[in-house]
């Protein structure tokens, strides 16, 4: 993952200048460090006044990448008094995604190291992903090599830090599947001088471990969703039942490839196995044709992935196409056949000076937050090092990592082929594989700065998303405001947030991921739901009560959506420190008598979490439930430990069956909060693969049954969160945005709030001034009386 315009202008950082050093003389500030990002992009600006560096015009929003230069050779800074500053052993942060070059060095590493001609070829690679280092080597890194240079995460030492020449070099984790043998395996590859991949080809990875796991399929590809639809489209049965439906052009039929999941030993791992569901456009002149308003029921295909074949078929039911429903297309104006509204006036945002954020490689400062921006395949967008600045107290950690590692999406229609409908889009497929490369103006507004993600594809090629996360400033209308009624005089302040975010589509529904960071110091997690709804057909004058008609033959099962945030937790903690604990918090009504004898009385009531088994929660809106994830060591102003609590938004739990055959694999969804000792191995909460996974209640549901203790641990929080979806006829033909999500808020943080000191916005002070020249005090109080 790297930005736009480290793409165009390559750029080193001399870690002996950070961007906001001051010089001593003057007592001025130095202009921007060297490597410090200065330079955004202003949607919908004029071309003459837009703030980003020039970049070369791009074909495609998906490319493969071009080779990259080599870096120009780091100089030694020259040492300043007290501190020994040497030279950076490496360009990329410990945790900065992998970059193209990397992720072609890991690929030719493993790729070479096949034992057999048979085995190189068949060599199929589903992702490539940096091997995170211990949080030590993190903290040795952003105490000498990158921003924020905070010594002070180490630990102390007898007779001064030692400091290293070098960290560790970086690594990169493969999943690769056999497409011959059907075997999957993971593999370590050490990087070393990746830069040389340009000067002829040749690579310098060192294969570190590698080994089969057997009884698993990995995440299907793209490619492979590709190759079944033309497979399906060409199958004579297939393309004779299609006949019989009235349909001969193949151009207009849509095979959307589902996985299977895990219903019977049928579905065991042994095969690589791909159920479709069928859709089929209406010849039209609309440019985007919704498909998915006509599906096509009664014919059940089975493919082998592997071998590419179709293995099952069977045409069980003639149901006839819906016909074509004329509100079922969404674009604009007359291409859709109806008239846009005339009454839209342009709204702009303008940041006169720029934007307030600050940005250095993947490094991020806005007010007083910093933390890195990370990408995977699978989870999209990773927070890394979030830490505040707390005036005199420095740089105060509040989270190591924080992701989204897994959604499910359970049909509640029992009839085929619905009831198979059980998703799980980030392990089956890949939430950042299926981002968008976003467009300005569009996706986001005002200042912008874009961050490329790279990946590898198939076949071991490496593909970039541009644009594919955006960071940027929002209004978010009222910070705080109190107006003194004798007085007459008021202070109000604007609240303003940071959002980083990616949008991904997964078949029909679109998902948009959000990091929203507030300067009272409240973290927002939210997902945005829009898309297209998965429809079913029915037979003429058939009902279905799972289900809301939508159009005449057309209904919509009623599903859920569940969606799992992985928190590794460090509130006042420097890195490998594991001195947070959780508390869950009840409100309780005090029961009638001497304490309460005007029956009006309540209280909150504490629980601390001691083990994994008591830590299963449930959300209870009755008693405001929330939790706290407190430092056992730090303090505030008035004695209480210093924490954050986790706020629920709305949510659910599975309306289905304990028997419920999705629910073999996604055990986890039956509490909406888990809590566990950090393990840098227990990443996905279903396991690692999956997809058809036979193995009852893999992954987190496995993991607390060892009961750890967590009275006084490196904290990871896994909440759970969903959204029960009854369709409606306005959720047609593309459904507006759905929110749902949580809130990480201070509790005892802070001494005061932390948003005390924003400043009023300069129309407020005007207006300010205006009104205590123009009126006497004492108008309040006559006002009032």
Known sequence: MATTQEK???????????????????????????????????????????????TPSMATLIRPVEPLSDPPPTKTAVPTKGVSIMSRAQTSHPLDPLSAAEISVAVATVRTAGKTPEVRDGMRFIEVVL???????????????????????????????????????????????????????????????????????????????????????????????????????????????????????????????????????????????????????????????????????????????????????????????????????????????????????????????????????????????????????????????????????????????????????????????????????????????????????????????????????????????????????????????????????????????????????????????????????????????????????????????????IAPGLYAPVHQHFFVARMDMAVDCKPGESFNQVVEVNVKVEEPGKDNVHNNAFYAEEELLRSELQAMRDCNPLTARHWIVRNTRNVNRTGQLTGYKLVPGSNCLPLAGSEAKFLRRAAFLKHNLWVTPYARDEMYPGGEFPNQNPRVGEGLATWVKQNRPLEEADIVLWYVFGVTHIPRLEDWPVMPVDRIGFILMPHGFFNCSPAVDVPPSASDMDLKENEIAAKPVQNGIIAKL
């Open 8 to 54: 165009a202008t390559p750029f080193y950082i001399n870690p002996a200048v950070t961007a906001d050093k001051i010089d001593n003389k003057n007592g001025k500030p130095s202009p921007p460090a060297k490597g410090v990002l200065q330079n955004w992009s202003l949607a919908g600006s004029d071309p003459s006044q837009d703030l980003t560096r020039k």
């Open 131 to 549: 091997v995170e280092p211990d949080k030590h080597v993190v903290a040795l890194a952003d105490a000498y090599f990158f921003p924020p240079f905070q010594p002070s995460l180490l630990p102390r030492t007898k007779g001064g830090p030692v400091i290293p020449t070098k960290l560790p070099p970086r690594q990169a984790r493969l999943v690769v599947y056999n497409k011959k043998s059907n075997e999957t395996s993971v593999w370590i590859v050490e990087l070393s001088g990746v830069h040389a991949t340009t000067r002829g080809g040749h690579h310098r990875g060192k294969v570190v471990s590698s080994k089969v796991v057997p009884d698993v399929q990995p995440p299907m590809d793209a490619v492979e969703y590709a190759e079944c639809e033309a497979l399906v489209k060409d199958f004579p049965p297939f393309r004779e039942a299609m006949k019989k439906r009235g349909i001969e052009d193949m151009e207009l039929v849509m095979v959307d490839p589902w996985c299977v999941g895990y219903h019977s030993e049928a579905d065991a791992p042994s095969r690589r196995l791909a159920k479709p569901l069928i859709f089929c456009r209406t010849e039209s002149d609309c440019p985007l044709e919704n498909g998915y308003a006509r599906p096509v029921e009664g014919i059940h295909v089975l493919v082998d992935m592997q071998n590419m074949v179709v293995i099952e078929f069977e045409d069980r039911k003639l149901v006839p196409l819906p016909p074509a429903d004329p509100l079922r297309n969404y674009t604009a104006g007359e291409t859709r056949g109806g008239v846009d509204r005339s009454d839209v006036k342009p709204l702009q945002i303008i940041q006169p000076e720029g934007p307030s954020f600050r940005i250095d490689g993947h490094f991020v400062q806005w007010q007083k937050w910093n933390f890195r921006i990370g990408f995977t395949p699978r989870e999209g967008l990773v927070i890394y090092s979030v830490a505040y600045v707390d005036g005199n107290r420095g740089r105060r950690p509040v989270a190591h990592r924080l992701s989204f590692v897994e959604m499910v999406v359970p049909y509640g229609d029992p009839n085929d082929p619905h009831y198979r409908k059980n998703a799980f889009d980030a392990g089956e497929d890949g939430l950042g594989k299926n981002a968008h490369s976003l467009k300005k103006g569009c996706d986001c507004v005002g200042y912008i700065k874009y961050f490329d993600a790279h990946f590898t594809n198939f076949t071991g090629g490496v593909e970039t998303i541009e644009n594919c996360v955006c960071l940027h400033e929002e209004d978010h209308g009222i910070l705080w405001k109190h107006q003194d009624w004798r007085t007459g005089l008021a202070e109000v302040r604007r609240s303003r947030r940071l959002t980083v975010s990616f949008i991904c589509t997964v078949a029909n529904y679109e998902y948009g991921f959000f990091w929203h960071f507030y300067q009272d110091g409240k973290i927002e997690a939210e997902v945005k739901l829009t898309g297209i709804l998965s429809l079913g057909a029915l037979q003429p004058g058939e009902g279905r009560k799972y289900g809301t008609t």
